[in-house]
């Protein structure tokens, strides 16, 4: 009876041995045949984003404050322009490369570098412009006016472009852009299940593991927003 037990204990035994194997076998099959590719993944995230061909991170109001003269015949002429003007900050999604996203499985990490970003512009209203002269007999009588205001407006555009180069609002557009781009990877692979670690950066740039990226409230001047962050 003894011996009769020690075998059914033995088959028993054997069988779990056998069903634990086949539950190991299957799970590694599962994995491999079903788990999410997180390399997959971040490849058809980078697609995405070529599609849309530009991203725009920011765009911002700047004003230009100009003033020229001209002097003919012995009498002199003054004017200046009041130019506003906006200009949006993009990057070109459609430049990146595979290349350019990298998947570390040790670290559970993906890195992804952007190309160059452009500032675009400046979109100038017209109907926004305003001009003021002193008046004076060269500005009524000739066509003096007239070529102050296209010599301060081609000088207002160059002025948009400067203050838009200016650190302070680069920076921001830069930090939106990164957020912008590190969700559009993250959120995919979150959604399968995973908690990747992602680093954005400027082509040229490092990666800064020690700056986090904080909410900006683009319902105020970005001009207001940096003066509270000091």
């Given at each position: 009876?003894?011996t009769?037990?020690k ?14 194997g086949v539950?190991v ?19 058809a ?13 920011l ?21 200046t ?18 290349g ?14 952007l ?11 017209p ?11 060269l ?5 003096s006016?007239?070529?102050l ?10 002025e ?17 852009a ?22 954005v950066?400027?082509r ?14 683009f ?12």
């Amino acid at each position: 009876m003894k011996t009769v037990l020690k075998v059914l204990l033995g088959i028993v035994l054997g069988f779990a041995l056998v069903a634990g194997g086949v539950l190991v076998a299957g799970k590694r099959m599962f994995d491999h045949f079903w788990s999410p590719d997180p390399e997959s993944i971040a490849t058809a995230s980078l697609q995405g984003l070529q599609a849309q061909s530009r991203l725009t991170a920011l765009v911002a109001s700047y004003v230009a404050v100009v003033t020229s003269s001209q002097h003919r015949f012995g009498l002199s002429a003054q004017r200046t322009l009041i130019m506003p003007g906006r200009v949006r900050y993009e990057v070109d999604l459609g430049q990146m490369k595979p290349g350019d996203v990298t998947w570390d499985k040790d670290s559970h990490r993906l890195d992804v570098t952007l190309p160059p970003l452009m500032i675009e512009g400046p979109e100038v209203d017209p109907q926004r412009i305003k001009a003021y002269d002193g008046g004076g007999l060269l500005l009524r009588f000739t066509d003096s006016g007239e070529a102050l205001d296209a010599k301060n407006q081609q000088a207002a555009r160059t002025e948009l472009i400067e203050q838009a180069r200016e650190p302070s609002p680069v920076a921001i557009a830069k930090q939106a852009a990164r957020q912008a781009v590190a969700q559009s990877f993250a959120l995919p692979l979150k959604a399968a299940g995973m908690e990747p670690k992602v680093r954005v950066r400027f082509r040229g740039e490092a990666f800064a593991d020690d700056q986090p990226f904080t909410p900006m409230d683009f319902a105020r001047p970005w001009q207001d927003v940096i003066a509270n962050s000091r």
